[in-house]
């Protein structure tokens, strides 16, 4: 079985300061994990991705995350937080399943403000 | 090229039309994916074409009906639909649905209005 959380449904940031969206995970096994943004009415960019290389995946636009096995964690963050950066973000889990169905999981989201 | 093409972004229909939504990819996917997605949530997974094989969400209503006329085109049939249907219906797709590291590249939606 699979799961990932969200764990800020909305984060709201100046321009110019960090931005961390907060995504734990639980898998039966390694799991690949992803990144994908949306803005309005749009459909989904993928930002980066974990496939069990380099735990410090870096990522478009600024953006990286960093795989912690030990805390079920994959965390997204930006240095410096730009008005297109406003968007809806998915975490998203993806492991080993007997069929194709279901293999990947999508996190609730969080929405992310940015404000001048 | 990671794009993938769904035509037409917008539809507007009444219940007793009946319409289709189109994909394409030319990136030599053998994968092709149908999500629905309602305002504020994520995108639910409807079917899934794995090497031209149709594995299908059981809770999908029959009066959508998934085809795949080829690896690279994939078509969903829209019958008698209901107002609850209306959503951005998105289509995605990878280059294997048999591994984890799979990456799933989306399309821009249609967006879908039942009247």
Not at chain 1, 62 to 76: D, I
Not at chain 2, 18 to 25: A, I, N
Request: proline share 6%; glycine share 6%.
């Amino acid at each position: 079985a699979q799961s990932v959380t969200q764990l800020d449904s909305h984060v709201s940031v100046s321009e110019g300061t960090p931005v961390l969206l907060r995504c734990n995970y639980s898998s039966s096994y390694s799991p690949s994990l992803f990144w994908y943004v949306q803005h309005p009415n749009k459909g989904l960019q993928l930002l980066l991705k974990y496939t069990s290389a380099a735990t410090l995946v870096k990522g478009i636009n600024g953006f990286e995350a960093e795989f912690k096995k030990s805390e079920t964690s994959f965390h997204l963050t930006k240095p410096s937080a730009h008005m297109s950066d406003a968007a809806e973000y998915f975490c998203v889990v993806s492991s080993m399943t007997t069929d194709s169905w279901g293999k990947f999981q999508f996190g609730a989201g969080t929405q992310v403000v940015v404000t001048p | 090229d990671t794009e993938v093409t769904q035509t037409p972004k917008h539809l507007v229909m009444g219940m007793t039309n009946k319409k289709s939504l189109k994909c394409e990819q030319h990136m030599g996917h053998r994968a092709m994916y149908w999500y629905k997605q309602k305002a504020k949530k994520p995108p639910e997974l409807m079917f899934v074409y794995s090497y031209e094989k149709l594995s299908i969400n059981e809770s999908v209503p029959s009066r959508f009906s998934p085809e795949c006329p080829n690896s690279s085109l994939l078509n969903l049939h829209l019958h008698a639909l209901q107002p609850e249907d209306s959503a951005l219906y998105l289509c995605a797709s990878s280059q294997d649905a048999g591994t984890n590291t799979d990456t799933q590249y989306f399309g821009p939606g249609t967006r879908l209005t039942v009247l």
